[in-house]
């Protein structure tokens, strides 16, 4: 059974970096799909952040206005995620989803707030 699972702070103070990790189990990150970054703000919709692929390459969202880094570590079957100079907006649950039709993460709530 593939599990993905979302790790990283709760609470990020405005200007700092949002840092998250995703581990994988029962499956490899190396093998096969897109390993994605979604996100849902509160009474908001999901919105796609980025991506990347087995062959570690990546893919971003051209409407983020935040600069963003998604990179991986083989040797734990970890995908990471790096948002940096967040504001409130950022607030949202954040989830890691595996490509053509999940399984998706269980999210973690990260609020941006001094």
């Known amino acids: 059974q593939v599990q993905l699972q979302e790790s990283g702070p709760g609470l990020v103070k405005p200007s700092q970096t949002l840092s998250l990790t995703c581990t994988v189990s029962?499956?490899?990150?190396?093998?096969?799909?897109?390993w994605m970054w979604i996100r849902q703000p509160p009474g908001k919709g999901l919105e796609w952040l980025g991506a990347i692929d087995y062959d570690g390459n990546t893919y971003y969202s051209p409407f983020l206005k935040l600069p963003t880094s998604i990179s991986r570590d083989t040797s734990k079957n970890q995908f990471s995620l790096q948002l940096t100079s967040v504001t409130p907006e950022d607030t949202a649950v954040y989830y890691c989803v595996r490509s053509h039709a999940g399984p998706w993460g269980k999210g973690t709530l990260v609020r941006v707030d001094s």
């Open positions: 029962g499956d490899s990150i190396t093998t096969n799909y897109h």
